[in-house]
């Protein structure tokens, strides 16, 4: 079923969740009057953790796909379109990445202000994971934090100490990026992924990308025979050193063609976070972390360790 389809059938459903006292506008926003802060709903774990670290105890932040949910196969469920209807900002990340949104937008009423967290950003073509690259991120939490205080005029002034400081971070991690993988010969910076999802990642460090086991920004695509050998044959040409699996996605065919080219796979606890978080409560539960996290794991093992 197509999300416009399912988003219709759902919208029904998300009915069922709001209280009958609260199906006028007035009641609604009575409602929300009750939460504390600025009411905002973000799409992904990458946007809603920048939102929580620039809005800090201003906002109540709900977030709508959870950590290890694969965002390009997301399906909206009633409980997110009761959530929009709520909400007094959205912030998505963009890109296409959420293609579910503007009609979930439009099954929920919502009419107020949506924050686009790409703008700005040098987009490579079709791909939405922006964020991968630091600065992005700090583009990412520039606008937010320009949309939260149109959103909140009063608390403009925290919102901007709050970016401030969390773009402070991002530019820390740049830099750990950077001196990370200065510290690796240029021929061991190679990389091979379950799907082609670092490539702004794969610039930003002057990285060999040499392929992916999905062949497509897209997690549903599927290699084909062809394609699966042309890309084994490509690792064993490159010396690639390992295939890196991701969070998000089973590793079975990761492991199958690391089998056959005589490489390593790297998965399980040390799996990347190409699409998602790690949960929540962790170091790798927030972007900082993540992204720690994936550099550690990436250059350890090109390094042979």
Known sequence: MSHRYRILALTAA?????????????????????TTGLTVVATTPEVADFARAVGGDHITLTQLIKVGVDPHEYEPTPADIKAISDAELVVENGVGLEEWLAPTISSAGFR?????????????????????????????????????????????????????????????LDRENQAAFDALPAADRKLVTDHDAFGYYVDRYRLQFVGSVIPSMDTSAELSAQQLTDLVAKIEATGVKAIFTESSLPPKTAE?????????????EDALFGDSLGAPGTPEGSYLGAERHNTQVITAALAGR
């Open 256 to 268: 199958a063609i690391a089998e056959q080219a005589g490489v390593r796979v790297i998965g399980g």
């Open 112 to 172: 107020g202000p949506v924050v686009d967290s790409s703008r700005g950003v040098a987009l490579r073509p079709d791909d939405p994971h922006i964020w991968h690259n630091p600065q992005n991120a700090r583009l990412m939490v520039g606008n937010i934090e320009k949309g939260l205080a149109a959103a909140d005029p009063a608390h403009a002034a925290d919102y901007a100490k709050n970016s401030a400081a969390y773009t402070a971070e991002i530019d820390e």
């Open 14 to 34: 998300a009915t069922a969740l709001i209280p009958l006292a609260a199906c006028g506008e007035a009641d609604a926003k009575a409602d929300a009057a009750g």
